[in-house]
């Protein structure tokens, strides 16, 4: 189990020894941010600032990964997934920044594109024999979905790569709460490795699951280092698809997509204040919020950015514990018997 956090930290080294060369690679190619009209108006001083610096984020996940796993179909599928996503958020930024306009691909796009990365997650979930089920946690049962689960990937992944990407509006916002989930992931999934046992001997896939989790970890961090307020640079759609989509792909592996809404319950506020603010203005011509997502909000109540996200990861801190206890307690692969 050393070798999880080997990966954490040659990614580390990667994204911290490598970013100021990227950076300064960005300056250089004019691959600047492209700051919305009608967002808060002090992150007009933001414009030009260099993005997609979600690249440093999956290069280093992807050395780190294969330098120091065994690779297995979860493993290599949570990879996949991750970039692909990416890849996604990729095309989206490069769009932005040749245009030189805030728009990149359209929603519907992006949810086709989603939709196809989400029937081969079921493939690999299929081949895994994954139950077409969840555990509730406190009722402590398995409810069967049937056809329903495929939805439920789709939802899944989708709703992790777009809660991510929703978060990232604020320097250190989006990558400070993933580390936080993905930590809480990749907790879950040693302790899988160390409690759950077939024939006498520990399921080697769950362990291989907490690299490539290990190995985005110890990216952002890295990434982080520089993203941190006032941010150096900006991961972009590339950086917070990718985070999403490895997320995602990792609660359907380690069987509990349910303990998203906890683990990912940051990402779940922000996109759930968009929709609230969106059906409001439709339905009553009124807005909830003074600005969505809800850490703009804030930010228009004259909290500080850095606040917010201190705030924003003590809350990520919270939920997160607060899904690792029910895993703990509750779900059925992890208790003796």
Same mark, same amino acid.
Do not use: N, W, Y
């Given at each position: 189990m050393a070798h999880v956090l080997v990966a954490a930290l040659v990614a580390l080294l990667i994204a911290i020894l490598a970013g100021p060369f990227f950076i300064d690679f960005l300056r250089k190619r004019s691959v600047g941010q +492209?700051?919305? *009209? *009608?967002?808060? *108006?002090? %992150?007009?001083?933001?414009?030009?600032?260099?993005?997609?610096?979600?690249? &440093?984020?999956?290069?280093?996940? +992807?050395? #780190?990964?294969f330098a120091t796993s065994v690779r297995t179909v979860p493993a290599l599928t949570i990879y996949g997934t991750m970039l692909a996503c990416g890849a996604i958020g990729?095309?989206?930024?490069?769009?932005?920044? $040749? %245009? $030189?306009?805030?728009?990149?691909?359209?929603? $519907?796009?992006?949810?086709? &594109?989603? @939709?196809?990365?989400?029937?081969?997650?079921?493939?690999? /979930?299929? %081949?895994?024999?994954l139950k077409h089920a969840v555990f509730i946690p406190i009722v402590d049962k398995w409810v069967p979905l049937e056809w329903g689960y495929y939805a439920l990937v789709f939802v899944v992944i989708a709703g992790a790569a777009n809660g991510v990407n929703l978060t990232d509006g604020l320097?250190?916002?989006? #990558?400070?709460?993933?580390?936080?989930?993905?930590?809480? &992931?990749? /907790?879950?999934?040693?302790?899988?490795y160390i409690r759950q046992t077939e024939n006498g001997h520990r399921i080697a896939n769950r @362990?291989?699951?907490?690299?490539?989790? /290990? #190995?985005?970890?110890?990216?952002?961090v890295g990434f982080l280092w520089f993203n941190a307020f006032p941010a150096e640079v900006f991961m972009g759609d590339t950086g917070a698809m990718a985070l999403g989509g490895a997320i995602g792909a990792m609660a359907i592996f380690l069987q509990v997509p &349910?303990?998203?809404?906890?683990?990912?319950?940051?990402?779940?506020? *922000?996109a759930l204040s968009v929709m609230f603010q969106v059906v409001s203005f439709r339905w009553w011509g009124k807005r909830i919020f003074l600005m969505a997502p809800i850490h703009h909000h804030f930010e228009m109540k004259a909290w500080s950015e850095t606040k917010i996200m201190v705030r924003f990861w003590i809350l990520a801190g919270i939920l997160c514990a607060g899904g690792f206890a029910l895993f703990y307690k509750y779900y059925p692969f992890i208790r003796p018997g």
């Open positions: +492209t700051i919305r *009209e *009608e967002g808060p *108006e002090h %992150h007009s001083a933001k414009q030009g600032t260099p993005t997609m610096g979600g690249v &440093l984020i999956v290069i280093a996940a +992807t050395v #780190a990964f990729f095309l989206d930024d490069l769009i932005k920044v $040749r %245009h $030189r306009r805030s728009l990149g691909l359209s929603g $519907r796009i992006k949810m086709l &594109l989603l @939709l196809a990365i989400s029937l081969v997650v079921c493939i690999a /979930a299929d %081949h895994q024999k320097d250190g916002l989006a #990558a400070g709460t993933s580390i936080i989930a993905l930590f809480t &992931l990749t /907790a879950i999934a040693v302790t899988i @362990l291989d699951a907490a690299f490539i989790g /290990a #190995a985005m970890i110890g990216a952002a &349910l303990l998203l809404l906890l683990i990912g319950g940051v990402f779940v506020i *922000e």
